[in-house]
């Protein structure tokens, strides 16, 4: 079966959603299947083999928003658009985050969001050729619903089926300006007919979606993220590091709820309950989010704590694994509706236990793995009492940890995400 997998790339930093979709792709690869992964807006980064090898780039950011704001450049020939779509220049692009107003933005998204209707239709029609041609897949995966404008001209243009996955498009849509956040809203329930099933990472998120996006509910499936165990080991038993050492592994931004963290930490510090407790940060970051890292630096050295403090952007896979067994315990108390959270598999894959916000998909995913314990959310306060009792008591770490990475060797591997995801392909009508 030829499976094609459309995924947005960053260009610049690690993507958990990009490296999702490119370890499912190398799973089915595994499991006998012809999956590629294809990459739009920008180049992909990824911190293992590729699964898009030779695949073309479409939707290039650079096409995408000039084709937006003149008429031009809707009518311009392949041979410029290629020059527009220069890895290059779309990474130099990538590095210069948050260039668009939030009206461009809005417009912008509605725009894709309208597929053929909008503004790109020459770059749509052009992923139609070569889905039809070259790739001839028998069914797309799109790899969120943002990206679901293209849904009703494939369905129209190819005998493949179309699938969506699910996954954190609801901060960005409710970020965007009115009148533009109900229309995109409006726009992505009405594309989302096309769509023959939709895969949500959590049953939190898939409920959520169904009822805000009024989805069909026999078409909502969940399928649980799962990660690539290669280079990750069971241990009889981890031995906790010394000093004790609280961890943080995701984007390093205000949505993931670093700052918190990092409050949390300076009144641990303060209790002085935990001698020589030390914070270890890590995760991706671009230029856009230099100025918060700055802040939080600067918090951490009024504190007189920045030698027991380190900061670690963009890891790459050995590093993140070595980082996260260095690890006593992580949090990631994010501030929004997480849909998931890879680097909860990653830090259970180590046998490391994590405490997190009592919202959002957390709840659902401690619940099935035991691997953790919950905080109240926003509250530097609450996380620290949480971290500090879990601290005190090394014989509970440890049980936490095992049992999330049982969990995760029997459960939240990539064979089993690969697995579920053909019984969906089965499935769907």
Known sequence: ??????????????????????????????????????????????????????????????????????????????????????????????????MTTPEQLGTLTLSTLQGSEGNQAKELERMGEWLNGDAKADVICISNALLIGIAPYLKQKTSAKILCTLQGEDYFLDSLPEPHRTQCWETLSRQGQAVDGFIAVSQYYGDLMQRRANLPKERVHVVYNGIDLMGYRVLPERPLPHPPTIGYLARLNPLKGLHTLVEAYLLLRERNAIPNLRLSIA???????????????????????????????????????????????????????????????????????????????????????????????????????????????PERLQELGRNGQRSVFEHFDVENMATEFLRVVSGAE
């Open 283 to 393: 995760g991706t970051k671009n230029s856009a989010d230099d100025r918060y890292l700055a802040e939080l630096e600067r918090r951490i050295a009024q504190a007189g704590l920045q030698a027991s403090v380190t900061i670690q952007p963009n890891l790459s896979r050995d590093k993140k694994i070595d980082f996260l067994r260095s690890l006593s315990v992580m949090s990631v108390p994010a501030t929004y509706g997480e849909s998931f959270g890879l680097y909860l598999l990653e830090a259970w894959a180590c046998g490391v236990p994590v405490v997190q916000p009592r919202h959002a998909a957390f709840p659902e995913l401690l619940e099935i793995t035991g691997g953790g314990e919950l905080c109240e959310p926003d509250s530097a306060e609450s996380l620290a009492d949480t971290l500090e009792a879990l601290l005190q008591q």
């Open 1 to 98: 079966m030829r499976i094609v997998i459309l995924t947005a790339g960053t260009g610049s930093y690690y993507c958990g959603t990009c490296m999702r979709d490119n370890a499912l792709a190398l799973a089915l690869r595994r499991q006998g299947h012809d999956a590629i992964l294809v990459p739009m807006y920008l180049p992909l980064m990824l911190d293992e083999t590729s699964a898009a090898e030779d695949a073309p780039l479409f939707y290039g950011g650079v096409n995408v928003y000039l084709q937006h704001v003149s008429r031009i450049f809707r009518k311009t020939p392949r041979w410029l658009d290629k020059l527009f779509d220069s890895p290059a220049l779309l990474k130099k692009v990538a590095e210069n985050a948050g």
